[in-house]
C-alpha cells in the first residue's frame, strides 16, 4: 500500500533514492502508463496497447509481458531495454495537485528509498538536488503528457477506433499463453475513415500517435523470445 507524502526538505533532508532496476524495487509489473508524446520511445521497445482505467476510461500502456507480476525486460542486470517509461522512471515519486500549483509527493513504503544509499534528494543544506530537478522535469512531463492523451482518447471513442483483442501463443517447448483484456486500435476502421476526418485527426496530433501504436505492435515478437528464453531457463 502506498504512503504518499508531501515531499519537504525539513522531514525528508536525509532521502536517497536507489535508482536500479529490479522485482524487489516493484518493477515487475505487466505494464505501464503511456502517453502519445511519449508513444515514439515506446514504440521503439514495447507494445502499446490500451486497458480500461478505474473510472471506465481508457489509458495507454507500454506492455512488458504477458500476466500479471511479469517484466519480461528485467535481467541480471537490471532493465533490459534502452528506454524506460516516464511512469516507471518516476518512482517513488507522485504528482500532486493544490489548485494550480503542482507539488511532489513521494511514496514512504517504497522500497528505493534509503537513508545512506542512492541518490541524495537534497543537498546538505536543504538545496534541490540535480537528482530531483531530473525528477521533477519527468513528473511535469507525465502529467502534460496525461491531459494531452485525453483528446487523443476522445478522438480514438468517437470514431470507434478502439478493438480488443486476445493474444494467443505457443512457446518452443509446446505450452500455450494466452493474453486478454487489452485493446488496440482497429485498423479495418482506420481505413474506412473519410478524408476529412482523417485530416482532422493529423491536425490535432493523433493520426501520428494512431500510426506509433500500429507499429509497435510488432514488438510482440519480442515479448516471445524473451518469453521463451526465460521459460527455458526456468526448466
Known amino acids: 500500500m ?12 536525509d532521502l536517497h533514492v536507489q535508482t536500479g532496476r529490479g522485482a524487489h524495487f516493484g518493477d515487475n509489473v505487466i505494464s505501464a502508463l503511456t502517453f502519445p508524446s511519449e508513444f515514439r520511445d515506446v514504440q521503439a521497445c514495447y507494445p502499446i496497447v490500451f486497458r480500461k482505467g478505474g473510472a471506465g476510461d481508457f489509458e495507454a500502456h507500454a506492455l512488458f509481458g504477458f500476466q500479471e507480476g511479469e517484466n519480461l525486460f528485467l535481467g541480471m542486470h537490471g ?5 524506460i517509461p516516464l511512469a516507471i522512471e518516476r518512482q517513488p515519486f507522485l504528482i500532486g495537485v493544490n489548485g494550480d500549483e503542482l507539488t511532489v509527493h513521494v511514496d514512504l513504503d517504497n522500497p528505493r528509498l534509503s537513508t545512506a544509499n ?15 530537478e531530473r525528477v521533477n522535469a519527468t513528473l511535469l512531463a507525465i ?5 494531452q492523451a485525453r483528446g487523443f482518447q476522445a478522438a480514438l471513442l468517437e470514431h470507434q477506433l478502439l478493438e480488443s483483442f486476445v493474444f494467443d501463443i505457443e512457446l518452443d517447448d509446446g505450452s500455450q499463453r494466452r493474453l486478454a483484456g487489452f485493446y488496440t486500435i482497429n485498423e479495418e476502421r482506420l481505413s474506412t475513415l473519410p478524408g476529412d476526418v482523417l485530416e482532422r485527426l493529423n491536425r490535432a496530433g493523433c493520426l501520428q500517435a494512431i500510426y506509433m501504436v500500429i507499429a509497435s505492435m510488432s514488438n510482440f515478437r519480442t515479448l516471445i523470445e524473451r518469453k521463451n528464453r526465460v521459460h527455458a531457463g526456468q526448466c
Open 79 to 83: 532493465w533490459e531495454a534502452p528506454y
Open 118 to 132: 542512492g541518490e541524495r534528494v537534497f543537498l546538505p543544506h536543504g538545496g534541490t538536488s540535480d537528482y530531483l
Open 143 to 147: 502529467h502534460q503528457g496525461l491531459q
Open 2 to 13: 502506498a504512503k504518499p507524502v508531501l515531499l519537504n526538505n525539513i522531514d525528508h533532508k
